[in-house]
């Protein structure tokens, strides 16, 4: 029994007091978990464009209405809580955090990036349509410490929560390969510097091991993606403790080769996906064996949105257990997003982020695709499995 106050557990106890007055919830047999949070989305983003493409067909309204639309079916299938990783218009991203929070529109409680840092030619440089296009309002580009430094100064004075940088190339980029690492130890040290004299993360971006290996000695909060994921590399995680993180995204290596109209990514970009897939899982392999923690990522918007919960069957059929993938989703990626004394756990004094299930989740993970209550902050958006009375 859980007892809500307002925005915020009061109580959890199997014999809890029922005050005079309370609206009660009756979830049945349901399994009841804390809100699940997923540390890579682009909520901003329509699965169906291309991101590069979205800078010349699309606005930044469309994207803040897809933005809406996304949040609020992201929410729905049971993510109270995202750290967004970049619009492809910067500060989209800003502006629907806001209005969650001001409760103008349903979505999950959201850190954003505002404008992700990239090097020229790198993962997140799209002007590459042509040397005469230009997209004067996209300003994420930035070589060397002194450019990386006042991009992080603009990001953080425009809302930013945290962050973002391309350790290496992209699988979805026309730019530099995925393999490849690009910003120099200085260009991340900069932006380190820069972040934590905010008090604020920084994210890497990450593919190839180079890079991977760069962004942890540089001091990064978490390695994103982190596909070639070595021993030198898991043995520099252990080293960092829980300061540096691994945040795989691995439903995204088959997603980005998915079939169907609402794939809109080139074949060049399949094929970096396609090269990458058995190493990614090596990785994850690499990890578990390790006993590192693992951060729960989905890279949503390159995985239709909605769909995070696929990322739970990959990593138990990798060989994770269905527990510590739950509570890789919940209370460590809490930790992980500093969060972890407002949501993560359903515990007295945290926010009522809570979801629930029909079944069993540990005998079978695919029940968290079939969630049918939300709750946030102690508002039910979410009711399929209550009885009330
Ligand atoms: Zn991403």
């Keep these: 029994m859980i007892r809500i106050e307002g925005e915020r557990i009061a109580e959890v106890g199997s014999q809890v007091r029922i005050p005079a007055g309370a609206a009660v919830v009756d979830l049945g047999d349901a399994t009841i978990l804390p809100g699940l949070i997923d540390l890579h989305t682009h909520l901003t983003g329509d699965e169906r464009v291309h991101w590069e493409d979205a800078l010349t067909k699309s606005t930044p309204p469309r994207e803040a209405l897809w933005g809406a639309r996304n949040a609020r079916i992201t929410l729905l299938a049971g993510f109270t809580s995202c750290r967004d990783m970049g619009p492809s218009w910067p500060y989209v991203d800003v502006e629907l955090r806001r209005a969650i929070d001001e409760d103008v529109v349903p979505g999950p409680r959201m850190a954003v990036a505002g404008s992700y840092v990239s090097p020229t030619g790198g993962a997140g440089d799209a ?8 997209v004067p309002l996209v300003r994420n580009l930035a070589d060397g410490p002194d450019e990386v430094t006042r991009a992080v100064r603009a990001n953080l004075k425009n809302g930013a929560d945290f962050i973002k940088i391309f350790a290496t190339g992209a699988m979805l980029s026309k730019g530099i390969a995925p393999g490849a690492r690009q910003y120099t130890d200085e260009e991340i040290a900069a932006a380190v510097a820069e972040a934590t004299r905010w008090g604020k993360p920084v994210a890497a971006h990450a593919h ?42 691995l439903y ?11 794939n809109p990514i080139p074949e060049s970009e399949r094929e970096r996906a396609r090269q990458f897939r058995s190493t990614g899982y090596a990785g994850f392999r690499r990890a578990l064996a390790a006993g590192l923690p693992i951060g729960f990522a989905t890279d949503a918007m390159v995985i239709p949105h909605g769909e995070n919960a696929r990322e739970f069957a990959e990593r138990v059929k990798l060989g994770e257990s269905p527990m510590a993938a739950i509570v890789a989703a919940t209370s460590l990626n809490a930790e992980i997003i500093g969060w972890q004394d407002r949501v993560g756990s359903l515990v007295a004094g945290k926010l009522a982020d809570i979801i629930a299930v029909p079944g069993d989740p540990l005998r079978d993970i695919g029940v968290l695709g079939r969630v049918g209550f939300v709750m946030k902050g102690g508002v039910t958006y979410r009711d399929e499995l209550a009885r009330r009375r």
């Design 127 to 134: 002007r590459q349509f042509s040397p005469y296009v230009d």
């Design 252 to 262: 995204t290596y088959q997603a980005i080769d998915r079939p169907g109209e609402n």
């Design 208 to 249: 190839g091991a180079e890079g991977i290996k760069a962004a942890i000695r540089g001091g990064v909060r978490t390695v994103d993606h982190g596909s070639d994921l070595d021993d030198e590399a898991v043995a520099l995680l252990k080293a960092a403790g829980r300061r540096v993180f691994y945040v795989p995204t």
